[in-house]
């Protein structure tokens, strides 16, 4: 059993500045945003009760095994994350480096936004951006491929990535579509 001041000056020094990479943990892996702070508190509370019986030796990472595995059975009572989600954060290792960690789960979201917002796109918009983008080919080659001509494919690459962009920052991730001025009307002679 750990002294009570001890583990008191543990959780300030140790614990309390850990909360800003905590908090972003939390939210990368839980859908309802207004709920990440509520949870955050949750693992200091589940994270103070355990180093009562023994002080962990790497904080950080005592920390963020807790955080995972109190998402994890929040999210199986709750059912309200995938089980794609759930079966990741299960198989994530348990010792690599927390910071790796973090990062695979944050280019994992981004992934997914990704994914979303290529789903948005029209059918051929979205395939020449994944010709072009994910794929690799150049313009000649997705031409080709396409049958269209390269300004056709320059200029849906460029509405596409421009509603990508949009979707990525937060924006409905629609294309717009500028209206050409309608043609002079000739004078009457």
């Not at 800003?20 to 709920?35: D, G, H, I, T, Y």
């Not at 794609?84 to 994992?108: G, K, N, P, Q």
């Not at 951006?129 to 300004?151: C, F, S, Y």
């Amino acid at each position: 059993m750990v002294d009570q001041s001890a583990l008191d000056d543990w959780f300030r020094r140790e614990v309390l500045p850990l909360e800003r990479s905590l908090a972003r943990f939390v939210q990368r892996n839980w859908r309802v945003k207004e709920e990440v702070m509520d949870l955050v508190h949750d693992i200091y509370v589940l994270a103070f009760s355990g180093a009562r019986a023994n002080m962990p030796a790497n904080t950080r990472q005592y920390l963020f095994t807790v955080a995972r595995n109190h998402l994890i059975n929040r999210a199986k009572r709750a059912r309200i994350v995938s089980f794609d989600l759930v079966a990741d954060l299960e198989t994530m290792d348990r010792h690599s480096d927390l910071f790796d960690t973090e990062r695979h789960l944050s280019a994992r979201e981004a992934l997914r936004r990704v994914q979303a917002g290529l789903e948005k796109l029209p059918p051929r918009v979205r395939e020449i951006v994944w010709l072009r983008k994910v794929e690799g080919l150049n313009v000649r080659e997705t031409a080709e491929r396409l049958g269209i001509g390269k300004d056709a494919v320059n200029h849906q690459v460029m509405m596409g990535m421009k509603a990508l962009t949009d979707h990525m920052l937060g924006g409905a991730g629609k294309i717009i579509r500028r209206r050409s001025a309608a043609p002079p009307k000739e004078a009457d002679q």
